[in-house]
């Protein structure tokens, strides 16, 4: 069974206190590794698609990373407007279905 | 601006009540799906579809169905509310090949009562 377990479930930084996120996966057939940001009472909101290991994608102050094993999100330099929870999620070919497996997130809050 | 719209944000139904969820997409996207929220479960897959009249049972249906007539309209279906179905419940869709990631509404917090 595919599996997505991000750490940790919340982080508290100061602005400016960069830091990452973890998002270590299982997963048979691995096709992609998605990040979106979902802010409170709304849906989630794409970020970042990586296809293989060694592949990086930057935007503003984040940076997504892949490992065979694990994707870092890296916060540079964090500001109030930062704050969110962070999902990842998997997709993995499962039969004739390309599966698609969230993380339960990590809810990051930037004190100014 | 492109965009997911979900009917309604807060719903608040009986138990036994037959409720409908709609969905529309403006993107001409292909893929459409339903998932629910749950704090400490994440998303869990409910429903999708790749094409007008198909529907594929994802990892929790028992309970639901979904109706897609249109291209840009997905509704999902509780044939009898529950408690347990209480929950927030999102759209989503995307491309077939899906690497632009889904589109997601804002999604509709249900309660049953």
């Known amino acids: 069974e595919d599996q997505v377990t991000q750490s940790p479930e919340a982080l508290r930084l100061q602005e400016g206190e960069s830091s990452s996120l973890n998002c270590s996966y299982t997963?048979?057939?691995?096709?992609?590794l998605f990040w979106y940001r979902q802010d409170p009472g709304k849906g989630p909101e794409f970020l970042f698609t990586?296809?293989?290991a060694g592949e990086e994608k930057e935007k503003e102050r984040l940076k997504a990373t892949l490992t065979k094993k694990e994707s870092f999100l890296h916060i540079t330099a964090p500001k109030p407007e930062d704050s969110a929870t962070y999902l990842c999620?998997?997709?993995?070919?499962?039969?004739?279905?390309?599966?698609?497996?969230f993380g339960t997130g990590t809810k990051l809050q930037v004190i100014p | 601006d492109v965009k997911v719209t979900q009917s309604s944000r807060y719903l608040v139904k009986r138990t036994g009540e037959k409720v409908f969820l709609e969905c529309v997409q403006d993107?001409?996207?292909?893929?459409m799906f339903w998932y629910r929220q749950d704090p400490g479960l994440g998303l869990r897959l409910i429903y999708f579809s790749y094409d007008v009249k198909m529907k594929e049972k994802g990892d929790i249906p028992e309970g639901y169905s979904v109706s897609r007539e249109k291209k840009e309209r997905f509704s999902l279906i509780l044939e009898s509310a529950s408690t347990n179905q209480t929950s927030m419940y999102l759209c989503?869709?995307?491309?077939?090949?899906?690497?632009?990631?889904?589109?997601f509404g804002s999604g509709t917090r249900l309660t049953v009562v």
């Open positions: 997963v048979s057939g691995l096709r992609g």
């Open positions: 990586l296809y293989s």
């Open positions: 999620a998997v997709q993995a070919r499962s039969g004739g279905y390309q599966k698609v497996t």
């Open positions: 993107m001409d996207h292909e893929n």
């Open positions: 989503a869709s995307s491309f077939p090949d899906r690497w632009s990631g889904y589109t």
